[in-house]
């Protein structure tokens, strides 16, 4: 007998089948805008330039020693300064508990798991949409999940309305996933004063924000800026989570390096909740990888380096925001009636554009374009020689 007749062949990941559909398709016009990973103006994927320096800093110098259980303590200082502030309070009274993490979606994993172990009865509520991965990593850290009103189909923006009556009329004391900047996919952001309101009603009902944070400086091309929704929350006095990912900022994917912090009540609380983390971390990868963090630290610790990594984070943000316009203005120059406002509203490296299932099997069949079926273009894929073939196939469906 076999032991594992019984086992089906797992669902496709609906982002992952986009890009095997890419790479199969023959056509010399083929556009992919599926894939959620930054392209510079000739499609081609970017190695940022102080990375490249931090490897030849790196070259040779390096032994392969284990870190520590917790990762770099270096990386994680400096990725607190960037997500909570050079001068934080809470930096100096150590009271951040913080990890390495395997990017954003380890620190996502381990914070679920710590929140199954320490607080066996709550729930996570998690935003209509959100990025799919994150309803796998609560599934199976095995806590409940419940939704919260984020995405207006009509207005393309945010139910601000229907996203506060949920948070009043959720449990006091209840987890919530916030993405902290660039949400995924919709590139809908609350503004500072919708955030301040946010934070307030979550002063109100005492629940804990977990704020997921994988495009910071991504959004606004200034990572100072894209973490406002998190100093917000800090200055309102909360405790909260957040999920750091170094995969888009500084274009280190496949590192697979980030950091998981936890803001506690006091110091005494911080090292017994760093303790937990590693503990938890332990027993599936017994500690992170040392390049990715080595090549972060390296170039956060060095005042050029980090200005070098300012310059190129703002070069690809503002990349993808000249792309929104040029794509609105084709769209607009065909004459087409409809709205497309918000595709400069929108922020981030995504777009929901509106397009239909069907309209969106459309572009794929009859132009070559591949996309997810929820219509999220990924900007970072747009570029001076697709847009106007792009924006043509657009026009065309949506006629
Ligand atoms: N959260 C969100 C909202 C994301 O969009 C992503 C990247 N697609 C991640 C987390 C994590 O990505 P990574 O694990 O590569 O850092």
Same mark, same amino acid.
């Given at each position: ?218 959004? %606004?091309?200034? #990572? ?7 100093? =917000?929350? @800090?200055? &309102?006095?909360? !405790? ?45 990868? %017994?500690?992170? #990888? ?7 630290? =390296?170039? @956060?610790? &060095?005042?050029? !380096? ?94």
């Amino acid at each position: 007998t076999s032991w594992f007749s019984h086992v089906e062949p797992a669902a496709k990941d609906p982002i992952l089948g986009v890009t095997e559909a890419f790479l199969a398709d023959p056509s010399p016009d083929k556009v992919n805008v599926g894939v959620g990973a930054y392209r510079d103006d000739n499609g081609k994927p970017v190695v940022l330039d102080c990375v490249r320096e931090a490897e030849g800093r790196i070259a040779g110098n390096l032994n392969m020693e284990y870190l520590p259980m917790g990762g770099s303590n270096k990386m994680v200082e400096e990725s607190l300064k960037l997500a909570y502030g050079e001068d934080s309070e809470f930096l100096k009274d150590k009271r951040v508990a913080a990890v390495q993490s395997l990017s954003g979606t380890g620190a996502c994993r381990l914070f679920a798991d710590f929140q199954k172990r320490f607080l066996p009865d709550s729930q996570i509520y998690i935003p209509v949409p959100t990025w799919a991965n994150h309803h796998n990593i609560w599934r199976d850290a095995r806590v409940p999940q419940r939704s919260f009103h984020y995405y207006h189909p009509e207005t393309k923006g945010l139910d601000f309305a229907a996203l506060m009556d949920d948070v009043k009329n959720a449990p006091n004391g209840s987890f919530f996933l916030l993405h902290a900047c660039a949400h995924n996919p919709t590139g809908v952001d609350p503004s500072e004063e919708q955030w301040r309101e946010i934070s307030y009603q979550f002063k109100v009902k005492n629940h804990f924000p977990f704020f997921d944070m994988a495009y910071q400086g991504f959004a %606004s091309g200034d #990572p100072e800026r894209d973490a406002k929704a998190i100093r =917000i929350f @800090l200055e &309102d006095g909360h !405790l909260i989570g957040c999920a750091q990912s170094y995969a888009k900022n500084m274009g280190l994917y496949g590192q697979r390096v980030g950091c998981l912090s936890i803001l506690c009540e006091d110091e005494l609380q911080a090292v017994a909740v760093k303790s937990q983390l590693q503990q938890i971390a332990r027993p599936m990868y %017994s500690n992170p #990888p040392v390049h990715g963090s080595l090549i972060v630290s =390296i170039i @956060l610790s &060095d005042p050029e !380096l980090k200005s070098q990594w300012l310059k190129e984070v703002k070069g690809m943000a503002d990349r993808i925001i000249s792309m929104r316009s040029t794509l609105r203005q084709n769209l607009e120059k065909l004459g087409s009636p409809l709205s497309w406002e918000h595709i400069t509203n929108q922020i981030g490296m995504f777009c929901y554009s509106g397009l239909t299932p069907e309209q969106v099997d459309r572009l794929t069949n009859d132009f070559h374009i591949y996309m997810t079926r929820n219509g999220r273009i990924s900007m970072a894929g747009v570029t001076t020689g697709n847009v106007g073939y792009l924006a043509n196939a657009i026009h065309e469906v949506t006629k």
